[in-house]
């Protein structure tokens, strides 16, 4: 089995995040990347380089003027008297309730701050000097390992660094820039007239949820902490079933604080279940490791073996499958977590 990664995706360097209200060192950094490279290639995985790609396979899912802000909005900061290194606004803009999550369109100001307050969700994504060239990067990682699948390959890993699944059609957020396991969804939707993507990350994927909200043909379903005082905190809830079309292919698991190995198993098991009786041809899963007790945004007890044990259920779904990097900030979690799910999920799967 592959894995896909390129060295760019280290460019994406940057130096401060905001949390409860201090401005710390970024969670989301390049040594999750070398870390995870170890982990995969010790559960047997097989590193391979990303092709360029041009842009159409994010364009297919990303606002074109989103993706131009992201390309300039760094060199345009600098320009800004007494600038800081990075970019982070200091102005967020407003956005009206609408069920289906309709994309904005562009915003009037033209001036750095407005646009990068119209695009940037929170101070968690924070836009360095590498960092469009990183994302980038990572989503031709996703294109690669789809293509991959798309060409014969059970199943293939992209390596997706900085991550995607808080990345809206036009916003980033929650570290991430480019939304890789939509990208990879669109891609397969060409083969598979219904795709499922299964996120299993701590967090609530809200990008994912929002850009298929309102679709039919891309099932989301996700296990992830009770929102209600955690973050994505607006977005994740039960009652979050999709809009128009799109109305009963949502499914939110949401967790309470202090779920166990059984309740996280259990809750993926019924995730599989229900992109089966869907009728899923194809699968993505937003794979993190942040559930895991040791990292330091967990508010959940699950445990190494849970990851052995969600990598057997996932390896005995027998569809064409891309399996995306998302989250995971503790190195000794995400590891362990990553190897243990990789090991079981190949030894099941045959691949
Ligand atoms: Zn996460």
Same mark, same amino acid.
């Given at each position: 089995?592959?894995?896909?990664?390129? !060295?760019?995706?280290?460019?994406?360097?940057?130096?401060?995040?905001?949390?409860? @209200?201090?401005? +710390?060192?970024?969670?989301?950094?390049?040594?999750?990347?070398?870390?995870?490279?170890?982990?995969?290639?010790?559960?047997?995985?097989?590193?391979?380089?990303?092709?360029? #790609?041009?842009?159409?396979?994010?364009?297919?899912?990303?606002?074109?003027?989103?993706?131009?802000?992201?390309?300039?909005?760094?060199?345009?900061?600098?320009?800004?008297?007494?600038?800081?290194?990075?970019?982070?606004? &200091?102005?967020?803009?407003?956005?009206?309730?609408?069920?289906?999550?309709?994309?904005?369109?562009?915003?009037?100001? /033209?001036?750095? +701050?407005?646009?990068?307050?119209?695009?940037?969700?929170?101070?968690? *994504?924070?836009?360095?000097?590498?960092?469009?060239?990183?994302?980038?990067?990572?989503? !031709?990682?996703? +294109? *690669?390992?789809?293509?991959?699948?798309?060409?014969?390959?059970?199943? =293939?890993?992209?390596?997706?660094?900085?991550?995607?699944?808080?990345?809206?059609?036009?916003?980033?957020?929650?570290?991430?820039?480019? &939304?890789?396991?939509?990208?990879?969804?669109?891609?397969?939707?060409?083969? *598979?007239?219904?795709? =499922? +993507?299964?996120?299993?990350?701590?967090?609530?994927?809200?990008?994912?949820?929002?850009?298929?909200?309102?679709?039919?043909?891309?099932?989301? @379903?996700?296990?992830?902490?009770?929102?209600?005082?955690?973050?994505?905190?607006?977005? $994740?809830?039960?009652?979050?079933? $999709?809009? %128009?079309?799109? !109305? %009963?292919?949502?499914?939110?698991?949401?967790? #309470?604080? $202090?779920?166990?190995?059984?309740?996280?198993?259990?809750?993926?098991?019924?995730?599989?279940?229900?992109?089966?009786?869907?009728?899923?041809?194809?699968?993505?899963?937003?794979?993190?490791?942040?559930?895991?007790?040791?990292?330091?945004? #967990?508010?959940?007890?699950?445990?190494?073996?849970?990851? #052995?044990?969600?990598?057997?259920?996932?390896?005995?779904?027998?569809?064409? /499958?891309?399996?995306?990097?998302?989250?995971?900030?503790?190195?000794?979690?995400?590891?362990? *977590?990553?190897? =243990?799910?990789?090991?079981?999920?190949?030894?099941?799967?045959?691949?």
């Amino acid at each position: 089995m592959k894995f896909f990664f390129s !060295e760019t995706q280290m460019l994406h360097q940057p130096t401060q995040y905001m949390v409860h @209200g201090k401005l +710390i060192h970024a969670f989301e950094n390049p040594n999750r990347a070398t870390t995870l490279i170890n982990a995969l290639q010790n559960a047997g995985l097989a590193r391979h380089e990303p092709p360029a #790609s041009d842009l159409g396979p994010v364009l297919a899912i990303h606002a074109d003027h989103y993706v131009d802000f992201l390309r300039v909005a760094h060199q345009d900061f600098m320009a800004l008297p007494n600038h800081g290194p990075e970019v982070l606004p &200091n102005i967020h803009a407003y956005r009206g309730a609408d069920a289906a999550f309709t994309p904005r369109g562009k915003p009037r100001p /033209t001036g750095i +701050i407005g646009r990068a307050g119209w695009y940037v969700g929170d101070l968690s *994504a924070v836009i360095a000097e590498g960092t469009y060239a990183s994302s980038i990067a990572s989503a !031709e990682g996703a +294109i *690669a390992a789809t293509r991959a699948v798309m060409g014969g390959d059970a199943a =293939a890993f992209a390596l997706c660094r900085p991550p995607g699944h808080h990345a809206y059609v036009d916003r980033a957020s929650g570290f991430c820039f480019l &939304n890789n396991a939509a990208i990879a969804a669109q891609m397969l939707r060409a083969e *598979a007239k219904k795709v =499922a +993507i299964l996120d299993f990350d701590t967090h609530h994927g809200d990008g994912t949820q929002a850009i298929f909200y309102a679709r039919e043909d891309v099932f989301f @379903g996700s296990v992830h902490t009770d929102p209600s005082a955690y973050y994505p905190h607006y977005i $994740g809830y039960a009652d979050e079933t $999709g809009a %128009g079309a799109g !109305e %009963g292919h949502n499914l939110n698991l949401p967790l #309470s604080y $202090g779920a166990d190995d059984d309740t996280f198993v259990e809750a993926n098991r019924r995730l599989i279940d229900e992109a089966r009786k869907r009728g899923a041809e194809a699968l993505v899963l937003s794979a993190g490791w942040d559930a895991h007790h040791l990292d330091p945004l #967990s508010k959940l007890t699950v445990t190494t073996a849970a990851y #052995s044990r969600i990598g057997e259920l996932y390896g005995r779904v027998d569809l064409p /499958t891309v399996i995306i990097q998302e989250g995971g900030y503790s190195l000794e979690a995400v590891g362990a *977590a990553a190897e =243990a799910f990789m090991t079981a999920y190949r030894a099941t799967r045959g691949c």
